[in-house]
């Protein structure tokens, strides 16, 4: 099994090149269903200090296993865009480990709220993000490409760390 860990791309458009952004569409596509054309990803608004972490092989160049990615709503919210891990990965704590780095880098950077969507189906998702303190806040109808209704959660970004630590 290759060794992986969640790396953090400060400059993202830069950083990754353009094999792995279609990577990341691939990975989109194979894990939600919604499709992303590479520059559409390239031109995110990922937040520098935090927003562009991306699972990747440790020893030797491999396209990404996963993908969070986050941007700021306002000086003390983050939003999160994007959060998943390859099915293969799945259920052995990878999006555990990504929730952790991405709260301490963007709590470090003065944020201790958390935004995102999730989709009303995906209830392993939504009891994930109970337990890290998000609660639903609202209903986004017709908010996928496919009709697929959606739920707006926020919560603490810190709440599962300080239960944890």
Partial sequence: MVELAWRLHPDAAEALDEA?????????????????????LRRLPLAEEFGCLVLEATRRPEPPHGLLFSMRLDETTARVLLFLVEPSLQSRGLGGQAWVEFARRANQDGVDCVQL???????????????????????????YGDGGEGLLMRGPLMEHLRQTG
């Fill in 20 to 40: 792995a952004w279609r990577r990341c569409s691939q990975l989109i596509e194979e894990c939600t269903g919604e499709y992303y054309e590479s520059e559409q």
């Fill in 117 to 143: 969507e999730v989709r009303e189906d995906n209830l392993g998702g939504q009891r994930f993000y109970h337990r890290l303190g998000l609660e639903a806040i609202g209903c986004l109808e017709c908010y």
